[in-house]
């Protein structure tokens, strides 16, 4: 075994290499840009080296500095987790002309299955079945030969990226130049291949594992089905819809498209399975490194993945043959990402200010994140992965939902809540999967607005804010005494006896303003009303919070996470707890979901509205890094004309016209780092589109 393992990646991944090698008695060395000199990874390891700055460019894909950290910190083994450099041949072969051991594959295999178009014609030689499709040059005709609908796929990487599904050709050379954009962006090589689409396809992978010395074993398999943009977001182990036979026959594929590349280490052979027939499965690619999903095959087989990749990558053969595994159990696994459901998936961003990961008998959640930590727009959306097993799926999905409801990350937008609501999806419980459930399912999934008690806990934690406890903050000190003049006491009380709302105006991203209106009850509670709401709700009891807007926020301290700040009121009978904490606003989060809601100043408002005479201002979606600008001041355009592209997260959105007219402010160029609403540009209607819209 190896003294020393540079671990060429970041986030969770680093920190889930790590915690293996630290159980080895195996020194850690991470590596970091300057974005993450703070990272959780990096104080985890036994050591770090500053590789560069941001963004990964610059640091995380320079082989030369990676090399460079291997050879001060005198590592032996290069771990490449997963992203970044993780299936480059080139790294590979500059890691052995160095003298260091890669943990994966040899080069060649990396070479054979990055390339799809080559890996489908191996695998094929070697009896494995594929896909129909076709591939460049001749990938149009390929295309209409096997009739829509077609799938658009890079040679090159995978993840999703630059992958069309089209089912118009008459789309198709539009579809094509799309995919090839993406592909050229994301991997460096636009060459592109078609597939025949399968409808309500199923995505099962089989783990494998093979030594140096001709032994290849398979773990089982995943079932991947559940999908958005072609992005896994949850993985289970076994799959349902396997029998043992045809388990039995696509490991043995498996197994064989291992050995067609001479492959070592651990690797995932990927397969497209139609719901209806399962033993028609099709071959689609190989990963060749650790998957983002290993942990739900760690939890049924009791192997460590990671460990035996560092048992092979130093020359040791497998203990175990295939009569060996046994699969025990069910484990299921959600990826949690820095994105907005309600925003359409949006990246999200900002500084995790508090974090309850859980953790527990069954549970397992694997995370870069800690208090403190900035999520940025520079790296992959994904934070953490939550992992539940039992001894049948049915448990196995209750804990995880458990387990995604005790999950807090104030600061940071994550999908928690909506990972939570799919477990809970009755297709999703059946078992009854495919690829293309989460995106037929979405708008059921994703609440249509903000909950009325999100706003009422906002504004009685405003309205305790003012109330006497803080009357000596707000308007100076109380007398020797201790008297507090009542007349500064924002209660609603009046001489004439009627007691007075006090409005609380209020806005959460993504979501139109909304007014509470508060005021005290003779018996010491409350009545809240919302915008549009006829009746007053009641709240009855002190609102006052545990921790109060004006103290610091917490952050976590060097022995373990701070006290969860959390306020418990009661609305119209109905009790509701949230975790909360109040930088530049009110963060409240229950159930894995988290709002951020934010003082709104109507007149302010109202006065831009004034000032900009019905212009429309087109606000960053989420925050970023402008990197297309196709306007400038003053220059007329149309409804729909794309004028700017933001990027966040390895994710582009195209900013265009609202209406025809001119553009009338452009604050940005490309290279600008914009914020989350960040005012981009101000479009001015023409006349013809102001009369239309007044008509």
Excluded at 294 to 313: K, S, Y
Excluded at 406 to 432: I, K, W
Excluded at 482 to 495: I, K, M, N, Q, T
């Amino acid at each position: 075994m190896f003294d020393t393992v540079l671990v060429a990646n970041r986030g969770e991944i680093a920190v889930r290499v790590i915690r293996t090698l630290r159980s080895l008695g195996v020194r850690s060395v991470a590596v970091f840009s300057d974005a993450d000199a703070g990272a959780r990874h990096v104080r985890e390891a036994d050591t770090a080296v500053r590789i560069g700055p941001a963004p990964a460019a610059g640091s995380y894909l320079s082989a030369e500095r990676l090399l460079e950290a291997a050879a001060r910190t005198g590592a032996q083994a290069v771990h490449p987790g997963y992203g970044f450099l993780a299936e480059n041949a080139g790294f590979a072969r500059a890691c052995a002309d160095a003298g260091l051991v890669f943990v994966g594959p040899p080069a060649e295999a990396i070479s054979l299955m990055g390339d799809k178009i080559r890996a489908k014609e191996t695998v094929r030689a070697a009896g494995v079945p594929v896909v129909p499709g076709g591939r460049d040059p001749e990938l149009a005709d390929a295309a209409r030969e096997l009739g829509a609908p077609v799938l658009l796929k890079p040679s090159a990487g995978g993840g999703g990226k630059g992958m069309r599904l089209v089912r118009d050709l008459t789309r198709l050379e539009e579809e094509i130049a799309a995919a090839r954009r993406e592909a050229r962006a994301s991997f460096g090589d636009d060459t592109l291949l078609v597939e025949r689409w399968i409808d309500r396809p199923r995505h099962i992978e089989i783990q494998v594992l093979a030594d140096g010395h001709g032994g290849v074993v398979h773990l089982g398999e995943r079932e991947c089905s559940l999908q958005r943009r072609h992005q896994k977001i949850v993985e289970e182990a076994p799959s349902v819809l396997l029998d043992e036979a045809t388990r039995a026959a696509m490991g043995e594929a498996a197994v064989q498209a291992a050995r067609s590349c001479g492959y070592q280490g651990a690797g995932t052979v990927e397969f497209i399975v139609p719901g209806e027939d399962p033993s028609s499965y099709y071959f689609m690619e190989m990963n060749t490194r650790l998957q983002v999903e290993h942990p739900v095959t760690e939890l049924i087989t009791g192997l460590d993945l990671v460990e035996w990749q560092l048992r092979v990558a130093a020359g040791e053969r497998l203990a175990f043959g295939q009569e060996d595994v046994r699969l025990t159990g069910h484990a299921v696994e959600a990826r949690i990402c820095a994105e907005d459901p309600s925003r359409g998936f949006l990246p999200s961003g900002g500084t995790v200010l508090k974090l309850r990961e859980p953790q527990g008998e069954g549970v397992r959640t694997d995370s870069g994140l800690s208090e403190g930590t900035e999520v940025g727009s520079l790296y992959d959306p994904m934070l953490s992965k939550v992992i539940a097993y039992g001894p049948d799926r049915a448990t196995a999905l209750r804990k995880l939902r458990a387990a995604l409801a005790e999950t807090v990350t104030l600061g940071v937008q994550t999908n928690a809540g909506f990972l939570r609501r799919l477990l809970a999806h009755p297709d999703v419980m059946a078992g009854d999967l495919d690829t293309g459930l989460v995106e037929r399912e979405v708008d059921g999934l994703v609440p249509a607005g903000v909950p009325k008690e999100v706003y009422a806990a906002a504004a009685l934690l405003r309205q305790a804010a003012l109330g006497p406890a803080r009357a000596s903050d707000a308007l100076g000190p109380a007398s020797a005494s201790g008297w507090v003049d009542p007349f500064s006491v924002p209660d609603g009380w009046r001489l004439g006896g009627e007691r007075a709302w006090t409005a609380h105006h209020l806005r959460v991203p993504g979501h139109d303003p909304v007014t509470v209106r508060v005021r005290s009850t003779p018996d010491g509670g409350s009545e809240l009303l919302l915008d549009g709401e006829e009746a007053p709700m009641r709240a009855p009891g002190d609102p006052t919070p545990v921790r109060a807007p004006a103290d610091p926020i917490p952050m976590r301290a060097p022995g373990g996470p701070s006290p969860e700040p959390r306020f418990t009121f009661q609305l119209d009978g109905v009790s509701h707890t949230f975790a909360v904490l109040f930088p530049g606003g009110t963060w409240l989060g229950r159930d894995g979901d988290a709002w951020h809601v934010r003082d709104h100043d109507p007149v302010a408002a109202s006065l831009s509205r004034a000032a900009h005479a019905g212009a429309d201002s087109l606000t960053a979606p989420m925050p970023g890094t402008v990197t297309v600008v196709k306007a400038a001041v003053g220059d007329e355009v149309s409804a729909g004309q794309s004028l700017l592209v933001v990027e966040a997260m390895k994710m582009e959105h195209v900013i265009s016209a609202p209406h025809a007219g001119t553009v009338a402010e452009l604050d940005v160029a490309p290279g600008t780092t914009v914020a989350m609403d960040q005012v981009l540009a101000v479009i001015e209607p023409t006349a013809a589109t102001s009369e239309e819209e007044t008509a």
